[in-house]
């Protein structure tokens, strides 16, 4: 094999550091960020997502910027309140770089800007408010602070979305004395908790009482009411028994005098069998359960008829014997 001529190596290299050149002046930006670039020391475009080239040797990627939100957390922060409390204050900073040209140039560390003024203006709206304003005026103090900082940081290219405060930490003296509080607090609202469930308990037992009373009155209304109902059916039921054992009686009455009549309606009663019938009629009375019995006057004749009809029938029975 023979040597390869020096002038190919030196065209090779060159080629190869053309190529070099080449891709390394290709940038791809991704989504959500920008590439500012510098031509010869000064700001000359700005490159947005997508593939640019950046002429070598003359322009340069000086920065690249995130257009997403971001979150900072500052330190807690030593603060004295209106009525002299000495508090320890933390905040959380939602900001968004909405101008990647002013951010880059206006302001040398944006951050450091951010926390120093956000102490500041904390300070002084905590200074206006007691202890006890600051711990529950939270949201006001935070949306105070987050137009204060918004006006502020326009000029730098940014916007602040949101500011919270995450912890107000008071004195442990002032910490203890709030959970004395706060357990007394609860304390009493357990005791209120109970007292009105005990209300509440006396009200229900009360209320089933009176209602356990009406319900047994009426079911003794209801059984009165049945009761007299049931006496009466059988008041009713006894009426209608009577009746019917009267209209019974009678019918046999009726029909033991129409046998009678017609056994007898071919012979003509004497008087002496009308006295008989009267006898055995008195004997029937004489048989019932009345402890006194009256007798008409005119029965005692009929009691005297007796011995004569006796001695009729005797000497009736003599003659047939002779």
């Not at 050149?21 to 490159?47: C, D, N, P, T």
């Not at 603060?79 to 951010?103: A, E, L």
């Amino acid at each position: 094999m023979g040597e390869i001529p020096v002038t190919t190596i030196i065209i090779g290299v060159i080629v190869l550091f053309i190529a070099i050149i080449l891709l390394s002046s290709i940038r791809i930006v991704r989504q959500a960020e920008v590439y500012l670039v510098e031509r010869l020391g000064k700001y000359h475009r700005k490159m947005e997502s997508g593939i640019h080239i950046v002429i070598p040797f003359i322009e340069r990627v000086a920065s690249k910027k995130s257009l997403r939100e971001t979150v900072v957390d500052f330190p807690p922060q030593a603060m004295i309140t209106k009525d002299n409390v000495s508090i320890q204050v933390d905040t959380v900073v939602f900001f968004q770089i909405t101008d990647p040209v002013r951010h880059e140039y206006e302001i040398a560390n944006a951050l450091a800007a951010i926390s120093n003024l956000t102490a500041t203006t904390l300070r002084n709206l905590i200074g206006e408010l007691d202890l006890d304003e600051t711990l529950t005026s939270r949201d006001t103090v935070n949306s105070k602070l987050r137009t204060v900082l918004d006006q502020a940081t326009d000029k730098w290219g940014l916007k602040v979305n949101r500011v919270e405060i995450r912890n107000i930490i008071p004195p442990h003296d002032i910490q203890n004395a709030m959970e004395r509080q706060m357990q007394a607090e609860r304390l009493r609202r357990e005791q209120v908790l109970n007292a009105q469930g005990e209300k509440e308990s006396k009200i229900l037992r009360a209320e089933g009482e009176k209602q356990s009373k009406v319900l047994e009155a009426e079911g003794e209304r209801l059984s009165q009411v049945e009761r007299a109902r049931g006496e009466k059916d059988s008041q009713i039921l006894r009426a209608e028994g009577e009746a019917e054992a009267i209209v019974k009686l009678a019918e046999a009455k009726a029909s033991a005098e129409k046998v009678v009549l017609e056994t007898w309606k071919d012979i003509a009663p004497t008087p002496e069998m009308v006295q008989l019938r009267s006898m055995e009629a008195m004997e029937k009375v004489a048989e019932g359960k009345a402890s006194k019995l009256v007798i008409p006057t005119d029965a005692t004749r009929l009691l005297g008829m007796v011995e004569s009809v006796k001695e009729v029938w005797r000497d009736s029975e003599g003659k047939e014997k002779k």
